[in-house]
Structures are given as C-alpha cells and as structure tokens.
C-alpha cells in the first residue's frame, strides 16, 4: 500500500451508546482526514438507545460533510460489534477497509505509520494490530494485561490459533478477500473476532500483526465480569460447529 492507494479506504466504526465519546471523536477523525481526499468513512449504528445517533447526523451533516465522505448505517436491535462491522465491510466501496474502535484507542493515523514502514505490501494479507507485538506502546491495566492473555491461552487451546491479539478493534482487509470472508461470519458479539481468524485461514488468507499505539479508554462496552464469560461460551460453540 503506498501513500496515493492510502486514500482508496474505507474506514469503518461500530459503535453503540457513545454519546459520551462520539464528539472527541469526530474531532479526531477530523485531524486525520483534514489532508486526505477519497476516503469513505462508515459510522454503524449497533441499534444504540442514547443520542448517538443525533450526534452523528447533526455533525455529519454541518460540520464534517465537507471533510470526509460519510455513510451512515443504523438499526434498531442491538446484535453486536462483529453484526456491525460486517455490515460496514459489505458496505464499503474502497479497495482497503479498516476497521477502528469508535474510542479511538488507536488513532486512525496508525495506518499512515504503518505505510511509512513499509508494512502493507500484499493484497493477499489481513494485517492485525497487536497490542502484543514486541514493537507496540500499550497503556492499560495490569488486570485487562491478565485477562487478554488467559483469553489467547484458551483460544490458542481450543483452536491452535497463533495470532498474539485476536481482539484488538483495528484491522485492515483488501477487497480481493474481505467480501467473500465477511458474508460467511455468523458470531456477532465480542467472540466474532476468533471465528474471523478461523475464516481467513480456511480462506487461505494470511494474517500479519503489526505494532501499535493503543490507549485503554473509560466507558468500554466489555463487561469483565459478565461479557467474558459469554465469550468463552461462544468460543466453544464456535469450536463445536466445526466438528
């Protein structure tokens, strides 16, 4: 991927019940983009029930129309990240799509970092952030470090995946395969990200991760308590499907 194709993106944004964050957000889309040109910007709105959907539509319309290429999708019924993202994938127009937390937790201009280095070289590849590469500067919580692990461990137990940071909320796909791959994905929650892997390796789609810069921001949707349990549960019903 070089500079000129950098600009053929789709950027893509699940989101559900951000009122809170959405503004700062925007804001930072908007410095990102501000020296861009041709890159369509996805919001999908996971059915949230707070005034995300108002922010998004005054600001889109005022005051960031002129900025970058919006589209913007939303339902009613809250089905989940991996639902939202695969709406936006199969929505998306532009050879290159990634996908980014709508927290920012890795500013978009990552992308441009990794193109500097020279990273993105195949079409034939998903490129992964990692928040577990050698390279990457993470600030987060000694309990989240713990609990991302265990979750690799267990993915890695069940389905011999190698991959250091399935989870991480910024990934980019090329066209070439990511159509095809995203309409066979049926786990909508938080799990969706390790049937994802699974897919591209029956694909025959490599998967390379890169380094990052990521932020833990307040407000995640992900309930330690409550949410990682039922993604154990979904991993293993993933597992048994395969059977």
Known sequence: MSKKTLNNLSIIIPFYNEQHRL?????????????????????????????????????????YKKIF???Y???????????AIKKGILNS????????????????????????KNYIKYK??????????????IKTSITRRFLGSLFNFIIYFLFKIKIKDTQCGFKLFNRNYALNVF?????????????????????NINIKELPIEWVHKEGSK???????????IDIIKIKLEQK
Not at 129 to 134: E, I, K, L, Q, T
């Open 93 to 116: 127009k532009k050879e290159w799509m990634l996908i980014c937390d709508a927290d920012m937790s890795v500013n978009p201009n990552q992308i441009d970092k990794w193109v500097k």
């Open 73 to 83: 999708i939303k339902y009613k019924k809250n089905i989940g990240k991996g639902f």
């Open 222 to 232: 992900l309930n330690i308590i409550y949410d990682i349990p039922k993604m154990i």
């Open 183 to 203: 309409k066979k994905l049926k786990s909508y929650r938080f799990s969706f990200d390790v049937e994802l892997v699974i897919l591209l390796k029956k694909n």
């Open 124 to 137: 034939n590849i998903a490129y992964f952030g990692s928040r577990n590469h050698s390279l990457s500067k």
């Open 69 to 71: 290429k919006i589209k």
């Open 23 to 63: 503004l700062e957000s925007l804001k930072t889309l908007n410095n990102y983009f501000i020296k861009k040109n041709n890159i369509e910007m996805i919001f999908v709105n996971d059915g949230s029930t707070d005034k995300s959907d108002l922010i998004i539509c005054i600001n889109s319309a005022k005051k």
